[in-house]
C-alpha cells in the first residue's frame, strides 16, 4: 500500500515555463517532506525539504507547498531549465531525518 | 554524494548464490539506509540502521539482511539470491536533519 504516491510518471515542459510535481500522501503521521532530483546511473540529490509547521518554503528557483489537510505537497521549478530534466522523487516522514518513505518519481523533462 | 560509496558498482549473479553489497560512508553519519529501486515503484527501503548493531526492516525486507559493526560500514546480504531482487541498489546516511546523502547505486542482476 503506497504512502506516497506521484500520480504523474511524467511532464514534459517547455524552457522558462513552470515545472510543477505534485506528490500525495495519505499516513497522517507523515510531518517532514524532501524532494529529491536524479539524473541516470547516478544516487538521487537533495532539493528541498519542509516541515508540517510550514505551508512553504522557497530555495532559488525551487519551491515546494504543503497542504496539509489535504496531504498534497507540490514543487514548483521557475523558470524550468534543460538541466532540470531528471527524475524527481518526493518522500515523507513522521520523524525529521529517519526513515522517509518516497514516492514513485516523475520524470520531468525540459524541452529547449 | 557526501562520501557515500558504495561497492561492488555492478555485479551479475546466479539464482541460489549469497551476495553481499557495501556502503561505505565518510561523514560519521548516524543513520544509514538500503533502498531499491524498481521501474513503478520508485525507491523502496529495506533496512536501516539507527546506530552500531542497530538495525531495523524497512518496507521490503524479506529476503534481505544487513550488519553493522562500524560507523562507516553497512552491508547488505541477499543469503540466496533471486532474480526477483535484480535491481539498482541505493545505499543511503545521514543525521539527524532533513538531507540524506545517497550513494551512487549498485545495479545486481541475478540470473
Known amino acids: 500500500d503506497q504512502q506516497v504516491k506521484q500520480n504523474s510518471p511524467s511532464l514534459s515542459v517547455q524552457e522558462g515555463r513552470i515545472s510543477i510535481l505534485n506528490c500525495d500522501y495519505t499516513n497522517s503521521m507523515f510531518d517532514y517532506f524532501l524532494w529529491y532530483k536524479k539524473y541516470p546511473a547516478e544516487g538521487p540529490t537533495f532539493l528541498i525539504s519542509?516541515?508540517?509547521?510550514?505551508d512553504k518554503n522557497e530555495d532559488g528557483r525551487f519551491t515546494v507547498f504543503l497542504n496539509k489537510s489535504a496531504k498534497h505537497l507540490s514543487l514548483h521549478i521557475v523558470p524550468s531549465q534543460p538541466g532540470d530534466s531528471a527524475v524527481y522523487f518526493c518522500?515523507?516522514?513522521?520523524?525529521?531525518?529517519?526513515?522517509?518513505?518516497f514516492g514513485t518519481g516523475t520524470r520531468l523533462k525540459v524541452l529547449a | 554524494d557526501a562520501g557515500i560509496t558504495q561497492s561492488p558498482r555492478h555485479k551479475v549473479t546466479e539464482t541460489g548464490t549469497p551476495v553481499t553489497l557495501r556502503c561505505h560512508q565518510t561523514?560519521?553519519?548516524?543513520?544509514m539506509y538500503w533502498y531499491r529501486q524498481d521501474p513503478g515503484h520508485g525507491l523502496r527501503l529495506i533496512h536501516y540502521s539507527y546506530g552500531v548493531k542497530d538495525t531495523d526492516k524497512g518496507e521490503v525486507s524479506d529476503g534481505y539482511s544487513v550488519s553493522r559493526s562500524k560507523t562507516e560500514d553497512f552491508l547488505l546480504t541477499l543469503e540466496s539470491a533471486t532474480s526477483s531482487q535484480t535491481s539498482v541498489y541505493f545505499c543511503?546516511?545521514?543525521?539527524?536533519?532533513?538531507?540524506?546523502?545517497f550513494g551512487p547505486g549498485t545495479r545486481l542482476t541475478v540470473l
Open positions: 543511503a546516511a545521514g543525521g539527524d536533519t532533513d538531507t540524506q546523502y
Open positions: 519542509i516541515s508540517s509547521i510550514k
Open positions: 518522500a515523507a516522514s513522521a520523524l525529521r531525518g529517519y526513515k522517509y518513505i
Open positions: 561523514e560519521n553519519h548516524r543513520y
